[in-house]
């Protein structure tokens, strides 16, 4: 059974930190390319920042500079270190994990987590 946690969020005041994490099980975590998405009411999720199995990353031009997304093969988790936050940064974040292979895709979510940046 494929699951992916997601640990970490909470609320913090703008300026702030916070570091949040996504521990998975039942896949072959190396092979994924692992991201972390956004969602706020009425909006569609959208992609904050990703990295691949070889350790490649991208990120949404609104977090760059002050995300850093990253991953430790051993312990099968991902992390999304925030800082600098925002008031626009509130959402709930999500966990992904991606695979494609010729003719088919595996994709799994977490629940997610909820994130408020506010004073």
């Known amino acids: 059974q494929v699951q992916l946690v997601e640990s970490g969020g909470g609320l913090v005041q703008p300026g702030g930190s916070l570091t949040l994490s996504c521990a998975t099980s039942g896949i072959i975590f190396s092979g994924y390319t692992m991201g972390w998405y956004r969602q706020t009411p009425g909006k569609e999720r959208e992609l904050v920042a990703a990295?691949?199995?070889?350790?490649?990353?991208n990120y949404a031009d609104s977090v760059k500079g002050r995300f850093t997304i990253s991953r430790d093969n051993v312990k099968n988790t991902v992390y999304l270190q925030m800082n600098s936050l925002k008031p626009e940064d509130t959402a709930v974040y999500y966990c992904n994990a991606n695979l494609r292979r010729p003719g088919t895709v595996f994709d799994h979510w977490g629940q997610g987590t909820q994130v408020t940046v506010s004073s």
């Open positions: 990295i691949t199995s070889s350790g490649g990353t």
